[in-house]
């Protein structure tokens, strides 16, 4: 856990640096996409068990709660923070593009 606290944390500054100045929207953003990754990587995971080389060692229980983690993370984890950072991320994208254009400005200029 705390990796993944790490990692927002990395996310906000990196969102900070590119001109995301609203704490709580680079918090939020930063949150989603850890997250996000977390769940993906949970699921990537969940699927290698079933597609182990030896299948007869996966039994039904493993399978069948292998197939309802995968999917918590697709319908509730991912779902709702793919939804999080659609509300976000034009906004995200917007920043950046206008602090990248005053950068370059502010370079032209020296």
Same mark, same amino acid.
């Given at each position: 856990?705390?990796? +993944?606290?790490?990692?927002?944390?990395? $996310?906000?500054? @990196? $969102?900070? *640096?590119?001109?995301?100045?609203?704490?709580?929207? =680079?918090?939020?953003?930063?949150?989603?996409?850890?997250?996000? $990754?977390?769940?993906?990587?949970?699921?990537? $995971?969940?699927?290698?068990?079933?597609? #182990?080389? +030896?299948?007869? &060692?996966?039994?039904?229980?493993?399978?069948?709660?292998?197939?309802?983690?995968?999917?918590?993370?697709?319908?509730?984890?991912?779902? @709702? +923070?793919? %939804? *999080?950072?659609?509300? =976000? @991320?034009? =906004?995200?994208?917007?920043?950046?593009?206008? +602090? *990248?254009?005053? #950068? &370059?400005?502010?370079?032209? %200029?020296?």
């Amino acid at each position: 856990m705390t990796e +993944h606290r790490e990692f927002v944390r990395q $996310l906000s500054t @990196w $969102l900070s *640096s590119v001109g995301v100045t609203d704490a709580d929207e =680079r918090a939020e953003v930063a949150v989603d996409l850890a997250d996000l $990754l977390r769940a993906a990587e949970v699921v990537r $995971l969940e699927l290698s068990k079933l597609l #182990a080389p +030896h299948p007869a &060692a996966v039994t039904t229980d493993d399978t069948l709660q292998a197939v309802a983690n995968i999917e918590v993370q697709l319908f509730t984890e991912l779902k @709702w +923070h793919l %939804e *999080s950072l659609e509300t =976000r @991320w034009q =906004r995200v994208v917007e920043t950046v593009a206008k +602090h *990248s254009d005053t #950068a &370059a400005t502010d370079l032209s %200029e020296e």
